[in-house]
């Protein structure tokens, strides 16, 4: 099976671009998580999409925002990009279900902003 | 909110000693724990985890962890460390329906040395 997939590796970006991160979570899985991972401040919840809606969001600036697409495949923009933006930025899949609850991530795509 | 506290930011220890990495968390409700690790220049993988049953957990490549519910706490244990444990620790929750997003703690890098 498949794991979690995740693009582009890495991203680097000028201060107000805007980049958009790819994920691709492991067949069956409905669920899409998105997290930041800066260094000291571990890993922050961001979004989660489920079925194609926005279900939560983290404590971040409306400029954090994505979608899920019908194959459950999901994109995060994130807009007018500030340094500390800077950080990795994980995805992580669940099958929806009673009891099915572990959370599967990608390897992170590792944005730089400058 | 909920919240996890790992309260152990580095633990350096030689092959073969015994490892506690301490777990605790703040949530006003039933919850599901979770152990995952991050092995250098790898993705998140999960450890172990609980939802319910029996508090005392066994995961993957001898490592365990106890749920005590009185003192909020999921340590991971593991007897007997090798070089190749060496890596980045985190312990998560999220309510036991599993429609929340995973909180985490800000990990704990663990160093074994020969």
């Known amino acids: 099976e498949a794991g979690v997939t995740q693009s582009p590796t890495h991203l680097i970006k000028t201060r107000g671009q805007q980049a958009t991160l790819r994920c691709s979570p492991i067949?069956?899985?409905?669920?899409v998580y998105w997290y930041q991972q800066a260094l000291g401040l571990g890993l922050q919840f961001l979004l989660w999409?489920?079925?194609?809606?926005?279900?939560n969001r983290g404590n971040f600036p409306p400029r954090f925002s994505g979608r899920q697409f019908p194959n459950y495949s999901s994109e995060l923009n994130v807009n007018a990009l500030e340094l500390e933006d800077s950080a990795l930025y994980l995805c992580?899949?669940?099958?929806?279900?009673?009891?099915?609850?572990?959370?599967?991530f990608g390897p992170g795509t590792r944005l730089t902003v400058t | 909110a909920q919240s996890v506290s790992q309260h152990n930011h580095h633990v350096i220890l030689s092959e073969a000693a015994s490892l506690e990495l301490g777990c605790n968390y703040s949530y006003g409700g039933t919850v599901n724990l979770f152990w995952y690790v991050q092995y250098p220049g790898q993705h998140l993988q999960l450890l172990l985890k609980y939802f319910s049953g029996d508090p005392l957990v066994k995961g993957i490549k001898g490592f365990e962890a106890e749920f005590i519910k009185s003192k909020f706490s999921f340590n991971l244990r593991k007897p007997s460390v090798q070089w190749s444990d060496t890596a980045e620790y985190f312990c998560?929750?999220?309510?036991?329906?599993?429609?929340?997003?995973?909180?985490f703690g800000k990990g704990t890098r663990l160093s074994v040395i020969a």
């Open positions: 998560a929750v999220n309510a036991n329906s599993g429609n929340t997003p995973l909180v």
């Open positions: 999409y489920d079925e194609g809606e926005e279900r």
């Open positions: 992580a899949s669940r099958r929806t279900g009673t009891g099915l609850y572990e959370q599967y």
């Open positions: 067949s069956g899985h409905t669920s």
